[in-house]
């Protein structure tokens, strides 16, 4: 974590700023003291007047409502005395139970894709949802809300852009130690910070782009985690999400039949029965698609197994309608309100914040849909080098 970070956190439960002190072989130093190889802090408390603390671990502020009583292992190896409030409810807690320790837990950084696509589809989808070149990007600020695994925060680094990513995820310690693979010499653009997308962190107006995808519909109130989004977004910026639409009754009774599993089985006993039934879904889907049937992605079975695991453990798995996202932004009070990215599960919006600072999109980087898979791509040629897990990083 670069110091500089601290100029944009704050605390979960009061919203005021907060005070860093590193942490050098388990002893507290002051703020200026000395920086680790490839981040400027990798351990240290971020402390609140009112009286709250929070730990940095592994490089990330973990900004948990719950602050240290949810991480008590730093409190025994370090030798500061630290309180904390905390009000953090049941429901966020199976949350991040559900998604850092099973289902990021098992993610290979060395091999895996997310959700069967490469880092340069993934970075394709992301132009194509917010609607936005790699020149109108960079210099920019973008909170990645929601951010999983990390890998897509890494990479989008390579457009220029500092990149913030949020998320539960108490494995995103993990995620700052790859990501030069990802952003390769930008990697000191990413920071990563440990929070709710329901109760950010984060200073109001901090970023050029807030980008959500995936995410909200998983967490109590979809609206309400947008509205509690909004206020991140400076003027004259741009905010995206992407949520769940309504699904054909086929797809419900699967999801639903899935889910069913949820509420008699442990995270840990869910992920290892979607272990179980990952190799027969590989098998079927790879038929319908070889008889033309319908379309699947290419995916390895621990990367089916993530997959299905995302389906099956959320708390909640809201649906919603492009008329619901579009009066939510109207609200808000955004202008040049758009739905994008839309596919056959869901679909996202996006709008400015007032009068955009983002310059008119040239004619020559205009959409197309040109079968990136799940989403169109933009017919561009703004891309930066091909990116995939499997791309050596030169140290």
Known sequence: MNKNLTEILLCPHCKENLELTIIVGGEEVEGSGPMTPGSDVATGVLKC???????????????????????????????????SLGHQTDDYEYIRQSFSREEWSIFDYERD??????????????????????????????????????????????????VVGLDLNEGLGKAGHYKSRYARELSSNVEYVQGNVSNPPLKPGSFDLVYS??????????????????????????????????????????????????????????????????????????????????????????????????????????????????????????????????????????????????ELQDPTTRLEDKGTPGRSTLQTTVLPAPLSPETPVSS
Not at 54 to 83: C, H, M, T, W
Not at 232 to 254: A, D, F, P, Q
Not at 329 to 337: D, L, P, V, Y
């Open 213 to 358: 995808s995936g995410v909200l519909h998983h967490t109590p109130d979809t609206k309400e985690s947008f509205r509690q989004l909004v206020p991140l977004v400076k003027e004259g910026g741009r905010m995206y999400i992407w949520v769940y639409g309504r699904r054909n009754v086929l797809v419900r009774i699967y999801m639903d039949s899935g889910r069913q599993l949820k509420k008699v089985l442990s995270p840990k006993a869910l992920l290892t029965a979607c272990r179980l039934l990952a190799p027969f879904y590989k098998v079927g889907t790879e038929a319908l698609d070889f008889l033309g049937v319908m379309t699947f992605r290419k995916r390895t079975v621990r990367e089916i197994t993530l997959d299905l695991f995302d389906a099956f453990a959320p708390q909640y798995n809201h649906r919603h309608t492009e008329e619901e996202l579009k009066a939510w932004f109207k609200k808000e009070g955004f202008a040049n309100i758009t739905v994008s990215g839309k596919q056959k599960h869901g679909f996202g919006v996006y709008g400015d914040k007032g009068r955009s600072i983002f």
């Open 49 to 83: 007047a009112c009286g709250d603390s929070y730990p940095v671990i592994d490089g990330v502020p973990r900004l948990l409502e719950k602050g240290l009583r949810a991480l008590p292992v730093f409190g025994e190896s370090n030798q500061v005395e630290v309180e």
């Open 113 to 162: 894709k997310t959700w069967g696509w490469t880092l340069e589809e993934r970075i394709r989808v992301f132009m194509d949802d917010v609607a936005l070149s790699r020149d109108q990007l960079g210099g920019k600020v973008l909170l990645d809300a929601g951010c999983g695994n990390g890998t897509l925060s890494a990479a989008l680094s390579t457009l220029g852009m500092k």
